[in-house]
């Protein structure tokens, strides 16, 4: 019997869309270790055969120089649009393991809720797009309501480097009207969120050098120069003690929000007071003087060390001399400022404030920019109908402090905009220990997704 709509079809099936996504996040797909390639693999043709269970064709497993693309379309619904389905199978290490309440890549269900590593980030949110496909040709005999197109990647967490190439080579084939991304959050429990801003990123690599090897520290203390102090240094006066950046020019091209926009953002559900004790966990926030909380993580730039590494950690004493270290650091940028542009004036403000004996070298990871998107689309508009009806409130427009570099990438190649529609919660731990994801949101995401692309189909 043919279900009578896709609430009942995802109700009858729950049990077996959990069990399927726990089967996936067993996976260890760790991008960013070699020797968690095979997982990676692994969890690439995990997607690929769920998307051919789902009913969709021409399914591929794209090899690239470092892990595979997935790729998939259903494309028999002329004169309807076509929606890019966009998500990645790819995880950040566990580390630390000790954290864990249980093991990361052993799924746990504890209140309500997946406790796993890529749990919301971004297997539990990419696998919705999946089986809301599934539920609408449940739903339909077969067919779909409008075209569908999927690219799932898994080096997100590493940059994005082969679909960044892939994407400008093959516009006709990933031609669409919009992409669909979810790989974000609601603002907060049980608000319907669409986001229309991401920032941008510039991720670095700063490697110093002093001496030429590792020296005692009793016979050339005082004379030789030391890298970790010497990074140390330089890092310290990347920032004032305000948390205001001092790159010269990186405020240059910074636009301010609106004033309709900082308004809407007064009437969110927020507490500065909660987001410092339950979401940071800290004594007291930092930042910008005269800028809120929701400007500091939006609408500013950032400049964070995310680690450092030299000389001696181990057990034990070891005085030594490091003769190198090296320090993980991003800038997050907002619109209008340009990486290229940024990156130059990184580059300069470390030539300039590297101490005596020390000799630098900037790095460059990753870089993408800024991104906007337009409420007035008429995806969005359906989105955010559809959001409300499903939650039963008004949707709310945010944007994001974090970076999604494809959405750039969509807009820059295929002059498509992104509806950013996610279930993630604030506390879900996105690539901390104890990542976890609501098991009710990841049903009422199926639902939700598979009511746009119906809704959307239907208006056209």
Request: aromatic share 8%.
């Amino acid at each position: 019997m043919v279900p009578s709509n896709v609430d009942t079809y995802v109700r009858q099936n729950e049990s077996r869309f959990l069990e399927e996504l726990l089967a996936f996040l067993r996976i260890p797909s760790i991008s960013t270790l070699p020797e968690h390639k095979g997982d990676v693999a692994q969890a690439a043709g995990f997607v690929a055969e769920s998307l051919r269970h789902a009913g969709l064709q021409n399914v591929e497993i794209i090899q690239t120089r470092k892990h595979p693309l997935v790729y998939a379309d259903w494309l028999h619904a002329p004169g309807k649009p076509t929606v890019l389905c966009y998500g990645h199978y790819d995880v950040q290490p566990p580390d630390p393991l000790e954290l864990w309440e249980s093991p990361p890549f052993e799924p746990s269900l504890r209140d309500g809720n997946i406790y796993a590593r890529g749990a919301c980030d971004d297997k539990g949110q990419m696998y919705m797009h999946v089986k809301a496909v599934e539920s609408l040709r449940a739903v339909h005999g077969g067919a779909l309501p409008l075209n569908i197109k999927f690219l799932i990647e898994g080096e997100e967490e590493v940059g994005g480097e082969s679909i960044s190439e892939y994407v400008p080579k093959h516009k006709d084939k990933l031609k669409a009207d919009v992409a669909l991304v979810s790989d974000t959050e609601l603002f907060a429990d049980g608000v319907p969120t669409l986001c229309i801003g991401l920032r941008g990123l510039v991720y670095l690599e700063i490697e110093a050098r002093g001496p030429a090897r590792d020296l005692h520290s009793g016979m050339y203390g005082g004379a030789a120069p030391n890298a970790v102090y010497g990074l140390i240094e330089l890092l310290s006066k990347a920032k004032d003690a305000d948390g205001r950046i001092q790159i010269p020019g990186i405020y240059d091209n910074v636009a301010s929000p609106e004033p309709a926009e900082i308004e809407s953002w007064k009437a969110l559900p927020f507490s500065e007071e909660d987001f410092r004790r339950n979401e940071v966990g800290a004594t007291q926030l930092t930042g910008e003087p005269g800028q809120s909380v929701l400007a500091r993580t939006w609408a500013r730039p950032t400049f964070e060390v995310h680690g450092i590494a030299g000389g001696f950690t181990g057990a034990g004493a070891k005085t030594v001399i490091p003769a190198k270290a090296v320090a993980k650091v991003s800038l997050r940028l907002v619109p209008k400022q340009q990486p290229d542009r940024v990156l130059a004036m990184v580059k300069q403000w470390v030539q300039e404030n590297t101490p005596k004996g020390i000799h630098t070298e900037v790095g460059v990871l990753s870089a993408g920019p800024a991104i906007s998107v337009n409420p007035d689309h008429p995806a969005i508009h359906t989105a955010a109908s559809v959001f409300s009806e499903v939650f039963g409130k008004p949707t709310v427009f945010i944007r994001s402090g974090g970076s999604i570099p494809i959405v750039g990438e969509f807009a820059t190649h295929l002059g498509i905009p992104t509806v950013l529609m996610g279930f993630g919660l604030p506390d879900d731990g996105l690539h901390s220990p104890n990542e976890k994801y609501r098991i009710s949101n990841y049903y009422e995401g199926i639902r939700t997704i598979a009511r746009f692309l119906e809704a959307y189909g239907e208006s056209r």
